[in-house]
Nanobody
């Protein structure tokens, strides 16, 4: 089992910055990829950014150039640096960790409880 705990959420003014962190504990040795998702009220959960154990990254178009995801494999943490924040970034942000199976259907997905990010106009 893997436990994920997010921190760093809060309220920030538009144009400001915020850094989210996620600490993984438990059976973390075989985590292959980690990611940040977000969900705003009335909207579907969406991928914000992801990173593999080899540090390959991808970003949602809406945050590319503003957000940066990075991880420390030795410490089992993943962070999201958010700059130039906009009101539309307001959402609950969730940390995700994946353990790949030998086939896709065996992949196990872990989730944190979420942290609220609110960006004021």
């Amino acid at each position: 089992q893997v436990q994920l705990v997010e921190s760093g959420g809060g309220l920030v003014q538009a144009g400001g910055s915020l850094r989210l962190s996620c600490a993984a504990s438990g059976s973390t040795f075989e985590i292959n990829a980690m990611a940040w998702y977000r969900q705003a009220p009335g909207k579907q959960r969406e991928l914000v950014a992801s990173i593999t154990s080899g540090d390959s990254t991808n970003y949602a178009d809406s945050v590319r150039g503003r957000f940066t995801i990075f991880r420390d494999n030795a410490k089992n943490t993943v962070s999201l640096q958010m700059n130039s924040l906009k009101p539309e970034d307001t959402a609950v942000y969730y940390c995700n960790a994946d353990k790949y199976g030998y086939i896709w259907s065996k992949t196990v997905h872990y989730w944190g409880q979420g942290t609220q990010v609110t960006v004021s106009s």
